[in-house]
């Protein structure tokens, strides 16, 4: 079978330590007709030069340069300079299997209700070296976005083949700060399935510098932005009109500092209703737990008393959810009790909770998933 022609999405800024073995993971691919298109994002440090370097060693490397402008606009420029039916998706500090374009295109070629495949990875350190850690989303990249948190299409982003024409479909990444990813899988579901292969495509960095890890205040973002993706794939699966993002709010957003000051500046920008802004409040207190318990930083004080409040309140959800989320705040109040911040966690989880942390932090069960509880 002659595999067709493929446009790999590559935006970079400062990625000068990581960006020749991302590009060179792709110049290794088995299947061999492809483009790569880095979009160098306002970078300061080497990074223009080291792709250039690349693009004179090897004619299927693009360089654009732009101002700095954020991840969103480097992505759409880059779905734009390609023509391709295909477009996989590659982060400057990842790395690609071998043969990952190989098996995520035939694999399209073979299941035309598809529209985007991603898969299983290792995990890297932000030096290369493996964790031992490997991730295996399930097959069928199943979603709930009532659900609170809300549960969010399984696609890793960084190694994500979809076809151009349901990316053309539904516009493009939308001008969220972070999980544009998110909010463009609940929008692709829309046109056709999302998969993921059981197969290693590739290895994904862990590391303070990334956008999610940096810090627990860009953690606070992802936890809004995530859940205001969700609650507008609600909005269109109801016939009602869509949440309208724009640039210039996320900076608004961010300066309120707070999780409850980002989701109630959020929520008035956007126009929620009372159900809409309850709703959100729930699900970003316990998308700020998950995410705590896999980044590398912690909760701080004012969001547990942000969480507890969130909790507290009464919002509509089904028994099994509202399970998850007492497990969920347990086994992040035990995490707080064995760091010692005893006021926090019996700020985080109450009375009624407190028995379990104990018992959590005991043990050791100090995180929670669906498989581990």
């Given at each position: 079978m002659i595999l067709p022609h493929i446009d790999v999405i590559m935006p970079a800024y400062n990625a000068e330590a990581t960006i020749s073995s991302a590009v060179s993971s792709v110049l290794s691919q088995t299947a061999t007709d492809f483009s790569v298109f880095v979009v160098d994002d306002g970078s300061t440090d080497s990074t223009a030069e080291i792709v250039s370097d690349l693009a004179r060693q090897d004619r299927r490397v693009h360089l654009e340069r732009t101002k700095n402008r954020g991840i969103v606009p480097a992505l759409?420029?880059?779905?734009?300079?390609?023509?391709?039916e295909f477009v996989a998706r590659l982060d400057a500090d990842d790395i690609s299997a071998p043969n990952r374009h190989e098996r995520q295109l035939r694999y399209l070629m073979a299941n035309p209700d598809v529209v985007a495949v991603s898969g299983a990875h290792l995990e890297i350190d932000e030096y290369g070296a493996p964790t031992g850690r490997e991730h295996h989303p399930p097959a069928t990249a199943g979603s709930n976005p009532e659900w609170a948190p809300a549960q969010e299409p399984q696609l890793?982003?960084?190694?994500?083949?979809?076809?151009?024409?349901?990316?053309?479909?539904v516009g493009g990444y939308r001008t969220l700060q972070v999980s544009e990813d998110s909010d463009l899988y609940w929008r692709l579901a829309e046109l056709g399935r999302l998969e993921n292969i059981d197969h290693i495509l590739g290895s994904y960095r862990m590391h303070k510098g990334s956008i999610s890890g940096a810090s627990v205040e860009n953690g606070r973002m992802m936890a809004l932005c995530s859940q205001l993706a969700a609650l507008s794939a609600v909005r269109r699966a109801d016939g009602r009109a869509d949440v309208k993002f724009d640039p210039g709010q996320a900076p608004h957003w961010r300066a309120s500092g707070s999780l409850l000051g980002m989701v109630d500046a959020a929520s008035t920008d956007l126009g929620l209703d009372a159900g809409e802004r309850a709703w959100l409040r729930t699900a970003a207190a316990g998308k700020i737990m998950e995410l705590a318990g896999y980044r590398p930083y912690e909760i701080t004080a004012e969001d547990c008393r942000f969480i507890a409040a969130a909790l507290d309140t009464h919002v509509p959800l089904p028994e099994g959810n509202r399970r998850d989320l007492a497990k969920m705040r347990a086994a992040t109040g035990a995490r707080l009790l064995r760091l010692g911040r005893t006021g926090d966690a019996l700020s985080l989880a109450g009375p009624a909770l407190w028995p379990e942390l104990v018992a959590r932090a005991a043990t050791g069960?100090?995180?929670?998933?669906?498989h581990l509880g």
């Open positions: 759409n420029l880059a779905l734009s300079l390609g023509r391709a890793t982003q960084p190694f994500m083949v979809a076809r151009r024409a349901a990316l053309d479909a069960r100090l995180y929670w998933t669906k």
